[in-house]
């Protein structure tokens, strides 16, 4: 397999790594868990013909340590598993957040809690992606709905993760991880790329958290001439701890929320089909959307005036879209494999409308059907 333009028939596992490579990750720290491992065994073959460094770690808490230091020392890195793995890493991602490390981790959702359904798809890892760490911080998580977005979202989460230096979580699941699809990739030449911002000013004069009115600090590699300080507290511009520095600790919080709020819309990102004129709007993501999609169609064969609004990004979640195309609409279904996750983000968007907000959720290691969904749309009409 290669990332040339040609076409491919692939496991959108196997396009999200080939994504990767494609957009300059160089290190992979893993360790296999179903249904993601098939990221990691074409990470393990591919970067060392391109001069990069797959390593299988004890566990997932050393997977993503390296790939923090990883990125630390300059290199775009990356990682990939599943629910009782993200779990594991919670704590470092807290880390590389609050330190503003740009890595990629890949999350190919099963059914939980706990080992749950190992083999079986679910959405709902959804709020734990946004709150899994502790304390207030922001956080960018996409959602690909096919084989072709494994790795076209992958090349973004990896530019958006460099862009504003922020660990950037991709949110796949059993389904999209492992259907196989006849896709095109695109070359080299046609892909934008994101490399982060370096200093400029001289080693001396470096100091690796000074905001240059971007709330983007730039980022030197260390080890090399620049000798900086990184800490887990709360720190100051030159990244020694000052815990008791209370105007520090509340400048830097917001600066975290600021570098993503001020640039919405960069980062939000939406796919309509047949809303314009949409009565009922379907929001759903992942491979639930690929079942919406589908009822939306068979709906409106039947004259009914149903559309979908699918998440490519969840979060942060892009409220004044979904506002402006519920405003028309006079109900709003959310579908998800989970017990209602975005339930709380979708009412919050629709507050003071008219728009009725209405639910299909289920949690049983099963695809929600295009049949189900289609059922539940005329039960609204």
């Known amino acids: 397999m290669n990332s040339g333009n040609n076409v491919q028939f692939l496991q959108g596992n196997e396009a999200c790594a080939l994504g990767a490579i494609a957009a300059g990750v160089r290190f992979f720290g893993g360790y296999p868990i179903t249904p993601a491992t098939e990221i990691a065994e074409v990470m393990a073959r591919e970067l060392p013909k391109i001069g990069g460094v797959f390593v299988q770690f004890e566990d997932e808490i050393a997977s993503i340590g390296a790939v923090i230091g990883a990125s630390v020392a300059g290199t775009?890195?990356?990682?990939?598993?599943?629910?009782?793995?993200?779990?594991?890493?919670?704590?470092?991602?807290?880390?590389?957040?609050?330190?503003?490390?740009?890595?990629?981790?890949?999350?190919?959702?099963?059914?939980?809690?706990?080992?749950?359904?190992?083999?079986?798809?679910?959405?709902?890892?959804?709020?734990?992606?946004?709150?899994?760490?502790?304390?207030?911080?922001p956080i960018i998580a996409l959602s690909p709905y096919s084989v072709r977005e494994c790795f076209d979202l992958t090349v973004r989460a990896v530019n958006l993760s460099e862009r504003f230096r922020i660990p950037v979580i991709l949110l796949s699941d059993a389904i999209i991880g492992h259907v196989r699809e006849r896709i095109v990739l695109p070359s080299r030449e046609e892909l934008t790329l994101v490399e982060r911002k370096k200093p400029t000013v001289a080693?001396?004069?470096?100091?690796?958290?000074?905001?240059?009115?971007?709330?983007?600090?730039p980022m030197a590699n260390l080890g090399e001439e620049y000798i900086f300080h990184i800490t887990s507290n709360n720190?100051?511009?030159?990244?020694?701890?000052?815990?008791?520095?209370?105007?520090?600790?509340?400048?830097?919080?917001?600066?975290?929320?600021?570098?993503?709020?001020?640039?919405?819309?960069?980062?939000?990102?939406?796919?309509?089909?047949?809303?314009?004129?949409?009565?009922?709007?379907i929001v759903a993501y992942g491979s639930t959307a690929r079942s919406a999609r589908r009822a939306v169609m068979m709906a409106r064969q039947e004259g009914i005036k149903a559309g979908l609004f699918r998440l490519k990004t969840i979060w942060p979640f892009p409220y004044d879209h979904l506002r402006t195309a519920a405003e028309p609409a006079k109900d709003v279904l959310l579908v998800e494999m989970n017990m209602s996750q975005l339930d709380s983000e979708i009412k919050s968007a629709t507050h003071g409308l008219q728009t009725r907000i209405h639910g299909l959720h289920q949690s049983n290691g099963m695809l929600i059907t295009p049949d189900q969904i289609y059922d539940r749309i005329k039960g609204l009409v």
């Open 76 to 137: 775009k890195a990356m990682t990939a598993t599943s629910g009782p793995g993200f779990s594991l890493k919670q704590e470092n991602l807290g880390y590389a957040i609050h330190v503003q490390i740009p890595c990629v981790v890949v999350n190919v959702m099963r059914g939980g809690p706990s080992t749950g359904l190992p083999t079986l798809p679910s959405q709902s890892d959804v709020m734990q992606a946004r709150w899994g760490t502790h304390g207030d911080h």
């Open 203 to 217: 080693p001396e004069d470096y100091k690796p958290f000074e905001d240059d009115g971007t709330d983007i600090p």
């Open 235 to 281: 720190y100051d511009d030159e990244g020694f701890p000052a815990t008791n520095d209370h105007d520090i600790a509340d400048r830097r919080i917001k600066s975290l929320y600021n570098k993503i709020e001020r640039n919405r819309a960069e980062i939000d990102d939406v796919d309509l089909f047949m809303a314009d004129d949409a009565e009922i709007i």
